[in-house]
């Protein structure tokens, strides 16, 4: 049963809800988070040896076994379990990314490594948000979830993957082909969402499937020569040409978004045109141009139609174009939010308890549960953070002390609920 304080929607300045600004002696898991926040796991060269020394100490300290397993040569994933009673039936994941993306010192208030907090008990630091404060959630729940002598019939396993924010081919997507995954035996996943609250009231975005990434890089080749000629057929008259086309699209689609009050983000395609090369000189016309394009496409587009429509765009810009995928993820499973699944029942249960109204979304990027949906098994993203201005990937994103604390409240209950779901049909 939830104590009576954890039933209120948390505003982040009611004492009752759980966690002040410390004024004086910080919570541990506070500092544990802060620590965590100091290690650089930054690309392009992330420091995992440094948080696969701070993940054992901690696993150590919570008395639970921890695995660190290679995936590549210099890529590892880390384990720390905690075995349910009934160790055969299927296993929770409490999923979190290790890495973080890089953060532009001169835009930022404070260092974005110092884990700098300020007199209202703001934490600033890169992957305060996303998502160093959730894998510190799952280990301070699992720690007073042990203190308070508590054991669950199906085992979890809180695990730490590197290069989610580079697309996870070294990470999530090569480790749920490898034989420890699968010795899991996995049955129900919990991830990140990057959709926060940031209004006073509890409404958590419940993530069921994402938009598939789609990196694209178009080469146009043309006529070279001078600079102050009228030359034909150039590569910058067919980028042109191909530019239009996309971005032609995504303005429509924009439109879309902005005429249908029922529609998100996660409803409509994304598309940006992120990078543009070419050229040697002022004056010299240039033979190769290319332009690479961002799309995130809804799982309802049919993915085989809309790479045919692509096609259809660069043969309609010219001859001598190409296009290579330097990423296209082509699977579209959605974890069902109905009765049909016990392991969202359960959840949704634990939300309820908890007064936390839960909307369901489809996640506008990309986060490491694809993969496990892509592999058959359910997966919910999930952030529990209200009252935050959303600041993943910008400057100065920051996460109130008090906000983390009540979230570690709130994985008590989910993990609790979620880690007693009683044997399945398929499980007898
Ligand atoms: C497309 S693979 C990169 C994954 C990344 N995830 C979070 O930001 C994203 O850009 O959505
Ligand atoms: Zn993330
Ligand atoms: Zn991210």
Redesign the pocket.
């Given at each position: 049963m939830l104590p009576e304080k954890d039933k209120l929607p948390f505003d982040g300045q009611n004492e009752k809800a759980g966690g002040l600004p410390s004024h004086g002696k910080e919570d541990p898991a506070v500092s544990l988070f802060r620590e965590y926040l100091r290690i650089r796991t930054v690309h392009p060269e992330p420091d995992y040896a440094g948080a696969v020394k701070f993940l054992q100490r901690v696993s150590a300290e919570l008395g639970l076994p921890c695995k660190v397993i290679q995936v590549f040569p210099d890529r590892v994933v880390v384990i720390v379990t905690w075995e349910g009673t009934n160790p055969q039936l299927k296993s929770i994941v409490l999923n979190s990314h290790m890495d973080v993306?890089p953060a532009v010192q001169e835009h930022w208030k404070y260092d974005p490594f110092d884990a700098f907090k300020d007199e209202k008990g703001n934490i600033y630091g890169r992957g305060t948000q996303?998502m160093k404060s959730v894998g510190i959630q799952y280990i301070e729940a699992v720690r007073r979830l042990k203190a308070e002598g508590r054991r669950f019939p199906r085992s979890i396993h809180m695990m730490f993957v590197p290069d989610?924010?580079?697309?996870?081919k070294k990470g999530m997507e090569a480790f749920v082909k490898h034989p420890e995954f699968q010795a899991l035996n996995l049955g129900f996943a919990l991830d990140e969402v990057?959709l926060l609250s940031p209004g006073r009231s509890f409404l958590v975005s419940l993530i069921y499937t994402e938009k598939n990434?789609v990196?694209i890089t178009v080469k146009c080749t043309g006529n070279p020569g001078h600079g102050s000629r009228f030359v034909e057929n150039t590569a910058a008259e067919k980028l042109h040409k191909v530019m239009a086309a996309f971005l032609e699209f995504r303005e429509k689609e924009r439109q879309r978004l902005n005429t249908n009050a029922c529609f998100s983000l996660g409803d409509v395609t994304t598309v940006n045109m992120t990078m543009v090369k070419g050229g040697v000189a002022y004056n010299v016309v240039p033979t190769e141009m290319s332009a690479s394009f961002?799309i995130?496409i809804p799982p309802t587009v049919n993915l085989k139609e809309f790479e045919e429509q692509i096609k259809t765009w660069c043969e309609a810009a010219g001859d001598g174009i190409t296009y290579e995928f330097a990423?296209k993820?082509m699977d579209q499973t959605v974890t069902p939010t109905d009765e049909s699944n016990p392991w969202w029942v359960a959840f949704a249960s634990a939300c309820n308890e908890m007064n936390m109204t839960v909307k369901h979304e489809i996640f506008p990027?990309?986060?490491d549960s694809r993969f496990f949906r892509a592999a058959s098994y359910p997966a919910i993203g999930f952030s529990p953070m209200n009252r935050t201005p959303i600041l993943?990937?910008d400057h100065n994103e920051y996460l109130n002390e008090g906000v983390f604390l009540h979230g570690i409240n709130i994985y008590m209950c989910v993990i609790s609920t979620i880690a007693s779901v009683p044997a399945l049909p398929t499980e007898a």
């Open positions: 993306v996303d989610e924010e580079i697309g996870g990057g990434p990196g961002d995130r990423q993820f990027a990309a986060t993943l990937h």
